[in-house]
Structures are given as C-alpha cells and as structure tokens.
C-alpha cells in the first residue's frame, strides 16, 4: 500500500486518514472500532483500561494468566495476580517470599503445552507471558502450572501444591499435600525461630507463654521423628526444597 506523501504528520496519523489509506470510509472505521468485544466492553473502552482493569473486565473471561481466576463471576485476583501486585492486601515482602519460595523450586516453565522446557524466575515469568495471551494461552493452556497461578487459593494451599507439583516434575516424587504443608511450616516456623535467636531480643512474658507451630508439631508423636530430620537438615544449612525432595523420598523408601 503506498501512503500518500501530501499530508502534514500529524493529519497523516490521523484515524480518518489512515482509514481512507487502507480503503475503508471513515464511518467504517468507526463502525469496527466501536463493535461490541462482548462481556460489555467495546474496542476503545478496551485501549483506554490499564493492564490491570484490561484482565478484570474482558481478559479473564477467555484467558489463563491474566492475574484474574479465569471464566464467569465475580473477578478474583489470583495468585497470578498477587505476584504482579494486583492484590492491595498482600504487601511487598509478601510478593518477595513468594517469588523466593516459586524461583527456588526451579519448576516453573518445565510444564508447557508446546515448546521445549525452560526453568524462568517469576520476574522473567511475568515478563514473557502476562499480557500476551495468545502466547500464553498456546504455551501453557491447560497445563498445572496455569490451573495453580490461576487459582485463588489460600498461599499456603498453593505452596502445598507447588510443592508436590515441582517434586513430581523434576524428580518424579509424590508427596502428599498435608505433609508438604506441614514440613513447609516446620521449615518457616525453624527460619523465624533462627531469625529471633540471631536479633538476641530481650526477655519478656509473652516469650514465656508463646507456643510455635514447629513446637506443637514437635510434641506430636506422629510427626516427631520426621521433625527432628527436618530440624537436622535446616541445621546443615540445606534449602527449603531441598529438605522438601528429602522428605519426599523418605516416604518413598518408607513404603518400598
């Protein structure tokens, strides 16, 4: 198509003229841009909305990875979308766990529904695949790294989940979602506890009455055993899926 070299820059990008370069009238145009997208949005309403108001309401509807639980309803941010910082109640160090907790288990982006596997950070994640949705939708459409992100589950609940997710991948190991729960609380309760024994903080009552998860579970005949390993390997210094694919295989070798 040869555009036409008479007309100042600024009319020249003019919609009414690009319109009559591509061969349409000016009203046809118009008609296009204004059709009805569906779930009520129009094409302009559309270009108008930031990212965030984009995937609540249109993208979500037909998308995965939008930051949004996908389908019908009311709009939930989901676990996607606290990550990118959709979710006004989950702050800042919040967001950093959990892309710690995520890029440590080195299982996101070996789970594709096309194209070869390739571990990537939650930041690279973000980048590569939120806001192109074609793109997304082909390379992970109905893959369990699509139904986690997308879901809104509790962020322990996610953690248990991943976790079984990431060792099955990686190491073809089954851990069970209670268990992998209750070993990752015994690990943040015994990081906490290491972070309070490091700050030396001065002796109060309250530290008399306070009880810890990881105390509570040490008390429990039926996980004792298996806390104790959990508290040896933190103490060596091994990480928190490191410990994780441990435990896992301890159950493995318990059943053989």
């Keep these: 198509m040869q555009i036409s070299n008479n007309l ?18 000016f009203n046809d145009i118009n008609e296009i841009l204004s059709n009805d997208m569906g779930h009520g949005m129009t094409f302009p309403k559309y270009m108008s909305l930031d990212d965030k108001a984009k995937a609540r309401e249109y993208d979500r509807y037909e998308h995965s990875l939008t930051g949004f639980v996908k389908g019908e309803g009311e709009a939930r941010i989901s676990i996607l979308g606290k990550l990118m910082g959709y979710d ?3 702050s800042k160090d919040e967001i950093d766990e959990l892309k710690k907790f995520i890029d440590d288990s080195s299982a996101l982006g070996l789970e594709r529904a096309f194209g070869d596997s390739e571990t990537l950070s939650v930041n690279e994640f ?3 695949y939120t806001r192109k949705h074609g793109f997304s939708d082909f390379t992970f459409g109905g893959t369990k790294t699509a139904e986690l992100l997308d879901s809104d589950m509790s962020v322990d609940e996610f953690k248990a989940n991943w976790t079984k997710f990431a060792l099955k991948k990686r190491f073809g190991l089954e851990l069970d979602e209670e268990l992998a729960k209750e070993t990752i609380n015994s690990i943040n309760d015994l990081e906490t506890q290491n972070e309070e024994d490091k700050k030396e903080k001065k ?6 009455t306070k009880k810890s998860h990881t105390y509570k579970l040490e008390a429990d005949e039926r996980f004792k055993e298996l806390y104790k390993f959990i508290k040896s390997e933190f103490d060596s210094g091994k990480s928190m899926f490191e410990i994780l694919e441990k435990v896992a295989k301890l159950k493995v070798d318990k059943r053989a």
């Design 8 to 25: 100042s820059t600024p009319n020249y990008l003019s919609r009414e003229n690009i319109a009559r370069e591509m061969g349409f009238k």
């Design 88 to 90: 006004d109640t989950f």
């Design 126 to 128: 973000i980048k590569r």
């Design 203 to 208: 002796f109060t009552p309250i530290q008399v």
